[in-house]
């Protein structure tokens, strides 16, 4: 028995055992021996052209191919993923306690005090990471580590490790209604909750008078406080109009952006940003802010909690169905909108953007447009990509006239480069 658990401890043994058992059933049942020889030139045939052998539990012949499509999120599916509103509850980590020990060596009867002091409670920092698109990712609760405990021999114990929380670019904190910090460069921190102290070993109460202390105090507790994180959307540009003017449409055309899109009316649900890359590398961020209705400013709909995207959006672009009766009066109730929603917000740069040019009548409204307005009309069908590359330009424009007169000048409220 011994001697056949040693040659089982061979692999070299072990391979020669079944290969020759092998063998053996093949006599026994007369194999064809062309047969298994074609068998193995038509598998590394396969596996020389398709560069994949099929492998399968059962047998070679069984196995499929797996082909994995990933296929796009819908809207509904799409607002799962998104959150830019969250309440947090920190609670900083407590200092570990301090020890109360005594020298004891042989041959030194009186070694006094030597209790370490406790380590400091771990912080909790709120930071910016350009990798993170939401707040879904952010827990409702986070509670920071404790310090350790001191030790004997003068050992003080370790402080904890301070706890970070990931938000988005443009990140605000508030604490009951009011804001404690605007989060809106990459890597920007903001320490929300300090740890507490470590508490002091009998070593620290040593003095003249008292030789022998006995005193050891307790680590004190962390901070205690309750969030509000709100995200604004960063972006150069933001796409302002009503449901079903073709917004998510045209942000698809002139962008890097796949918002959902269908055939028959249906209201964005969360904001989306694309990116429009221009020859000399330069990157320009649109949005598309969804919920704006007659009476957003009054909560009304989506209301406020997408309305305050617009406010990170150094100008804005109107988009205005052209396939609807007097498409004017769309732009005085955007405008109308903003103006209570934050006074001084339509003064930015803007443009109007006349969509939807591939449908009936929208030709007449074209020219009625202009002449209800002052500013420049630029008209597109974001379904059939018709004069986009004007878009694009203007877009550009308007990106190099803010960096002349607000970036370049001051170098300061630079927007963020994506």
Known sequence: MLTTLTKFQSRRWFVQEISRLFAQVCVRHEFNSSLLLGLKSNLATQRKTTGIMNVSTSCAWCAKPRISKKKELSEKKLTRHFVDNRNVKLLAGAGGKGACTFHSEPRKEWGG????????????????????????????????????????????????????????????????????????????????????????????????????????????????RVLQLELRTMAHAGLVGFPNAGKSSLLRAISNARPAVAAYPFTTLNPHVGIVNYRDH?????????????????????????????????????????????????????????????????????????????????????????????????????????????????????????????????????????
């Open 113 to 224: 005090p030597d209790g370490g002091n406790g380590g400091d409670g771990g912080n909790i920092i709120i930071k910016v990471d350009l990798q993170v698109k939401s707040l879904a990712q952010v827990a409702p609760v986070y509670k920071g580590d404790d310090g350790d405990s001191g030790g004997s021999k003068n050992c003080y114990g370790r402080n904890a490790s301070t706890t970070y929380i990931a938000v988005p670019v443009g990140t605000v904190v508030k604490e009951q209604g009011k804001t404690v910090a605007d989060l809106s460069q990459h890597n920007q921190e903001y320490v929300a909750v300090f740890g507490g102290a470590g508490g002091k070993g009998n070593r620290f109460f040593l003095s003249n008078e008292n030789r022998a202390p006995m005193t050891a105090t307790l680590g004190e507790r962390g901070q205690d």
């Open 282 to 418: 330069e990157q320009v961020a649109v949005a598309d802010i969804p919920g704006i209705i007659c009476g957003a400013h009054l909560n009304r709909g989506l209301g406020i909690s997408f309305l305050r995207h617009i406010e990170r959006c150094r100008f804005l672009l109107f988009v205005l169905d052209l396939s609807s009766p007097e498409p004017w009066t769309q732009l005085q109730q955007l405008r109308y909108e903003l103006d209570q929603y934050e006074p001084g917000l339509t003064h930015r740069p803007h443009a109007i953007v006349a969509n939807k040019m591939d449908l009936p009548g929208a030709r007449g409204n074209l020219e009625a447009l202009r002449g209800h307005v002052a500013h420049r009309v630029i008209p597109v069908s974001a379904l059939t990509g018709q004069n986009t590359e004007e878009l694009i330009l203007h877009l550009r424009e308007l990106y190099d006239g803010y960096l002349q007169t607000h970036g370049q000048g001051s170098g300061q409220d630079m927007p963020t480069r994506w």
